[in-house]
């Protein structure tokens, strides 16, 4: 019998996302759609795209059928949303998935810095459940996603710059606040909401860099990259940017070559590190990598290098951000939770062109 | 056992649509792929994001491998490639699917025209193989494609087109010589050789209509339109466009209500016509359909409609010509020759946004 | 000494085409900006590239400055704004250019009939100012721009498909009730303001018609058709669609031939309708035009053809939204009324690629 | 009487940029038109923007109306083409702006370790020209440009991070060997001949690093830094990127500060470095600048901060790069040799959107 999935925020692009592969997945079914606005309706109403695929009808969140038991529940919601309900999720049997920061951090402090920096209440609603959750990007080999009851999926900015920089930071490759992550995401990023910076005609023929005054996805990376470096504090230089493209994030990692650190040693260390690792993948410079080939799949690709004339350690990684930047990872991570093979339903290749 | 599928032309963008197709396939798998040019190497370096899904390598079409028998053979080749080597093929025991003309017509005058228009020779090199082919749109319901040795995939154009306007033709919904279709394609239906029109900047912000001096499709679409409507001419006035995406094509398709038609008739008939045809959907003016919504679906999406102000039946035809345009139907059709269901391979939507 | 001109929803789309246009212009200065929304601030900080060419603060409304006596005053605002404070305006003196519906149509029944279709209260505010309106689309030679008072700046879709539709509805060329319309626009022509069908994601690599149960252009297209005709009604089929593009419209216009037209009638009589009219161009089907070719000019340019092999006039239409289908047409039809020549300020080529 | 110039390579992009320029400048004309194809058309023939504008035909290198003394003479073309001929123009009087790298550099040597870089044959064919030339970048006031006969027109790339490091390198505002420049450029860049990578369909929905292993505008950048800074020597770790775009460059600058550079200091420098100079405007990280600001502007904006938290600085510049980054250029150097204003017929802000 297949496990039920319950979503809630089924409306928005994460929803649709992780609803698509749901679809394929042989474990799992889509038992019930959550969303605060346009419920009522078929979600194919809402995504045609889904006719005859997934025609169930969307229902506000108090809908006496969304409090059943369910085998899992993703919460595809803004920040601080999650926290005031997985507690109901967990003690009906459910193990939880939150696409927000309020699982990103099991420590109540940094969640607190995190939320400060966004401008977002900085006490967490639930901090009995910090120490049952834990940060859902399985590559890190960071914390135990298969036994927790609470996933934070992280941030897909936060993906592309921790799978460019972990084996930097756990071999210490590069000197301390050297750290440069100059990231390009495509638009989906910012989600299904209308925006004046991402109208179509503000956007296309137009790159562009922003909130240079702080990210809060900093705080995330900063935090991960000091746990693999067994530091207590790694500091970043960000700048996200934005390309005239739907999906894809490129981020190009820099960082300064510890002193002795060979181009050889590099690559050696980038391999070993996502050794059987099934999303990851390294490349050579000489390779022509784009974000186009992980368009539609949960892989990054890891261009690997050192410029030894400068002795600059230079990584260039490229996800599409609504897989393994959101949709695909919380997959993954569900298959750990559940006890799937971790490649279970996000087995194949995206679609090129 | 699985079935063993031959690609000729793996290196295009037909030949990569069916080999993700193919590598989702439950009962056929990859067993030879054929190109001119880039051979020797594996296809996961032409394409990268097939990596570690396919990594055959590419064989010359005179590489002894690639003489062996199999049960399919694809030709995802230029016009007068398939005639010369099918009869090889079909004598190792393969079926044959053709993506050009080569096989779209039954009859070597139909043939000779449609050659002649684009400038090709007129004479057929395999007509005694004409008889054992079908064309392969099995929506309309005109062929034999099951029981047939060869089927000629159709063009994209005429996919949109023929779906768009066959049960206007069937049933004379409107007057002679009135059809219109007015399409507008994204740029990958041009192929992956690069060229001045197709060259990003020159394609970027950028839309224009072409080869208005006469167009091949038009003979596949009017030799089809006038088989449904039993007569022996159908002309259609078409006007191909290209609009700065990479796929995707709405066919707008037109034609003078005759006498005595009602809006009503005109829904009912769309929708008699294309019951059960599992890739066909049909949609009421106010649902807002565009060609996202079957991006990387074999679907195509059909608002019926007829204005009644003007007299005038507006049709307006959605599909992906990579898909349901190209490899999705080329699938559909080996399935239907093969003898696994129809939607085999094809079960799953696309990826929104 | 410069006339004054005042623009009133200057920060729109509309408003900032027009700043930039009269930057450029010898004879006019902006004395001006006003706008609902963003008041206080420079232009330049709504729109960067204005950046020390225009840094004049936008102004509410109501603000005394703007309250002057100014020698044209543009209202780049939606329906049933200018029809508000038209008469106070030329009271003081001003000419007046509308960009909105309010001044189309020199009749209050033309006028109620298309508030209707749109949803708007159909009873003209300001009926005494009608008499005193011109239709600006100079091309059509109907209306004598340069005496008017008022001036109704012409649609944008209504632009492309009357020039492509004026010499045929002229001369009879085409049988009554047989005209077609599929036009294809640009983003940009949905102004500004963030929506959910126009945020970059839905928008790019997908192509819709919209709007298919009733459009309010075809109200004004149908009645200047039915002017230059010298009928009473003449009726068009219309299908707006979208396109992932910012700027252009390309319109395929359609009708069949009456009896006896031929090819060489249609261009000969396309030829001479638009004999020195210095903005539109004659092409033949061979030379390859797209609406790039027009992007940032205030051109039309017009493939004429006619398929006798299926008796159908077949005109391209192409333009680019903002400027002839927005404020090129307004500063052209400025000239005229201030007495300037009529291509000062648009004499240059756009940019291309 | 207007001077007379001569565009050879008139058919590429930056040939028809210059075109379009020449024909808004008071005090040049347009004289005559050279290329290697395509000769023996109307330049609106191959650009059909340009109809009426500019019809002259395009002749070959060899044609005797190309032997006539000209006032200006501007090689777009590859490397090594320029320094061929550049000697004759000189001698019947011309000045001489050549687009490519072969007077780039007024030293064999750097111009043997650039031709090196880029598999070129490493002998200037002109070495007596090259105290005659000039490096054409203005702002950073290293070179006479108004008395040289011949400038080096700089590269795209080249002009934009200049522009982002110059003041950092005059005034050792950062650590030697630090300087990053993460550099995203729209299609443009790579001109007008179709290629594999830049095929539509390749390019859309995708962001690529490419020429990793070494990339020529790498030499033309640190030579300028380094006669900015006083050094023989000034290495940065450049990474070119392309984004589906036509035009635009964004390139991320960092370095890490020197010791005691604050966060004002470094303003200051920025501010103070570019006074006067009409083409460079700086702006505050709150300000939201893309590059579609500067879209068909010869401006570079520049978005100057230093981030405290870790010490870096951060210069985001935006230029067209086919404007600042090419034919502007050239034009700007133009008005320098002849005498003419610096901003003579690039006095006017690009259109938006």
């Given at each position: 019998?297949?496990?039920r999935a319950k979503?809630?925020?089924?409306?928005?692009?994460?929803?649709?996302?992780?609803?698509?592969?749901?679809?394929?997945?042989?474990?799992?079914?889509?038992a019930c759609?959550?969303?605060?606005?346009?419920?009522?309706?078929?979600?194919?109403?809402?995504?045609?795209?889904?006719?005859?695929?997934?025609?169930?009808?969307?229902?506000?969140?108090?809908?006496?059928?969304?409090?059943q038991p369910f085998d899992v529940v993703?919460?595809?919601?803004?920040?601080?949303?999650?926290?005031?309900?997985?507690?109901?999720e967990?003690?009906r049997g459910a193990?939880?998935?939150?696409?927000?920061?309020?699982?990103?951090?099991?420590?109540?402090?940094?969640?607190?810095?995190?939320?400060?920096?966004?401008?977002?209440?900085?006490?967490?609603?639930?901090?009995?459940?910090?120490?049952?959750?834990?940060?859902?990007?399985?590559?890190?080999?960071?914390?135990?996603?298969?036994?927790?009851?609470?996933?934070?999926?992280?941030?897909?900015?936060?993906?592309?710059?921790?799978?460019?920089?972990?084996?930097?930071?756990?071999?210490?490759?590069?000197?301390?606040?050297?750290?440069?992550?100059?990231?390009?995401?495509?638009?989906?990023?910012?989600?299904?909401?209308?925006?004046?910076?991402?109208?179509?005609?503000?956007?296309?023929?137009?790159?562009?860099?922003?909130?240079?005054?702080?990210?809060?996805?900093?705080?995330?990376?900063?935090?991960?990259?000091?746990?693999?470096?067994?530091?207590?504090?790694?500091?970043?230089?960000?700048?996200?940017?934005?390309?005239?493209?739907?999906?894809?994030?490129?981020?190009?990692?820099?960082?300064?070559?510890?002193?002795?650190?060979?181009?050889?040693?590099?690559?050696?260390?980038?391999?070993?590190?996502?050794?059987?690792?099934?999303?990851?993948?390294?490349?050579?410079?000489?390779?022509?990598?784009?974000?186009?080939?992980?368009?539609?799949?949960?892989?990054?690709?890891?261009?690997?290098?050192?410029?030894?004339?400068?002795?600059?350690?230079?990584?260039?990684?490229?996800?599409?951000?609504?897989?393994?930047?959101?949709?695909?990872?919380?997959?993954?991570?569900?298959?750990?939770?559940?006890?799937?093979?971790?490649?279970?339903?996000?087995?194949?290749?995206?679609?090129?062109?």
């Open positions: 019998m297949k496990k979503i809630v925020g089924a409306g928005g692009y994460g929803g649709v996302g992780l609803t698509e592969l749901l679809l394929q997945h042989p474990g799992v079914e889509i759609l959550v969303a605060k606005d346009e419920t009522g309706r078929p979600i194919s109403d809402i995504y045609p795209h889904l006719k005859g695929w997934c025609d169930q009808v969307v229902l506000p969140p108090d809908a006496p059928e969304a409090s993703f919460f595809s919601t803004p920040d601080r949303v999650g926290m005031r309900t997985a507690a109901e967990l003690a193990r939880v998935i939150d696409y927000s920061g309020d699982f990103r951090f099991n420590n109540p402090a940094h969640y607190a810095d995190y939320a400060g920096r966004i401008g977002l209440d900085t006490t967490h609603l639930a901090p009995e459940l910090l120490p049952l959750s834990a940060y859902g990007l399985p590559e890190l080999g960071l914390d135990d996603i298969a036994s927790a009851k609470i996933v934070g999926n992280p941030g897909c900015f936060a993906v592309s710059v921790l799978l460019g920089l972990a084996p930097a930071a756990r071999h210490a490759l590069i000197e301390e606040g050297s750290a440069i992550a100059d990231c390009k995401t495509g638009v989906s990023g910012a989600g299904k909401k209308p925006n004046a910076s991402f109208h179509f005609p503000a956007r296309h023929e137009n790159v562009n860099a922003y909130r240079l005054t702080g990210h809060q996805h900093v705080r995330e990376i900063e935090t991960r990259l000091a746990a693999l470096a067994g530091m207590d504090d790694y500091r970043i230089t960000f700048t996200p940017q934005v390309v005239p493209a739907t999906r894809g994030i490129l981020s190009c990692c820099y960082g300064r070559l510890a002193p002795g650190v060979t181009r050889e040693q590099v690559i050696e260390a980038y391999t070993e590190f996502f050794r059987d690792r099934p999303f990851v993948k390294i490349f050579d410079i000489s390779q022509p990598i784009g974000t186009a080939h992980v368009r539609g799949s949960n892989r990054c690709y890891l261009t690997v290098d050192a410029d030894t004339r400068t002795g600059m350690l230079r990584v260039i990684s490229h996800i599409d951000n609504l897989m393994k930047g959101q949709a695909g990872s919380a997959l993954q991570n569900m298959n750990l939770m559940l006890g799937f093979p971790e490649t279970m339903g996000l087995d194949r290749p995206g679609q090129y062109p």
